[in-house]
């Protein structure tokens, strides 16, 4: 009794993008570190509002593994969302490079874009499942419109033959 269950294996660039992903969460989160201590340090009375701040960046940090690891699982829904963060991170970086701000954020939005890059590669797709699509119920045809009362006059794809 052989129990026959198809196993996808995860294609190499996808794996290569989820690695990528977490990478840019890291090194964002090294490039905020300092910014972090110093306002915190300089918080004074506002160290609630400091720290709000740091469990945002927290949050976001983990909304970008979340989403890399579901993408990782085969989630067409999870490398759409990370294509629209990285398409962003994209302009945000050309932004950066015309205003003469080139800094080391930068590695981070060329790991990002090459993340979702990779996750789109052909050898990616098929990891990633089609949604079925749903039959759509046909829809009358305009005939015209009557020119009293000013309704559509249709033409129902069965009625089409049988009223002559």
Do not use: K, Y
């Given at each position: 009794?052989?129990?026959?269950?198809?196993?996808?294996?995860?294609?190499?660039?996808?794996?290569?993008?989820?690695?990528?992903w977490?990478?840019?969460?890291?090194?964002?989160?090294?490039?905020?570190?300092?910014g972090?201590?110093?306002?915190?340090?300089?918080?004074?009375?506002?160290?609630?509002?400091?720290?709000?701040?740091?469990?945002f960046?927290?949050?976001?940090?983990?909304?970008?593994?979340?989403?890399?690891?579901?993408?990782?699982?085969?989630?067409?829904?999870?490398?759409?969302?990370?294509?629209?963060?990285?398409?962003?991170?994209a302009?945000?970086?050309?932004?950066?490079?015309?205003?003469?701000?080139?800094?080391?954020?930068?590695?981070?939005?060329?790991?990002?874009?090459?993340?979702?890059?990779?996750?789109y590669l052909?050898?990616?797709?098929?990891?990633?499942?089609?949604?079925?699509?749903?039959?759509?119920?046909?829809?009358?045809?305009?005939?015209g419109?009557?020119?009293?009362?000013?309704?559509?006059i249709?033409?129902?794809?069965?009625a089409?033959a049988?009223?002559?």
């Open positions: 009794m052989e129990q026959h269950t198809e196993s996808r294996m995860r294609p190499r660039v996808v794996t290569i993008a989820v690695a990528l977490w990478a840019s969460v890291i090194i964002s989160l090294v490039a905020a570190a300092p972090i201590v110093v306002s915190m340090r300089e918080a004074g009375g506002a160290i609630i509002g400091a720290s709000l701040g740091l469990l960046v927290l949050a976001w940090s983990a909304l970008f593994v979340w989403l890399a690891t579901r993408m990782g699982r085969g989630s067409g829904n999870a490398r759409l969302w990370l294509a629209i963060i990285a398409g962003l991170t302009c945000s970086a050309v932004v950066t490079i015309v205003t003469g701000g080139a800094d080391w954020g930068l590695v981070d939005a060329v790991c990002i874009v090459v993340a979702a890059v990779l996750s052909p050898s990616a797709r098929p990891f990633f499942p089609r949604e079925e699509r749903r039959p759509r119920a046909a829809e009358p045809r305009t005939v419109w009557d020119p009293t009362t000013g309704e559509r249709v033409e129902t794809p069965s089409g049988d009223a002559r």
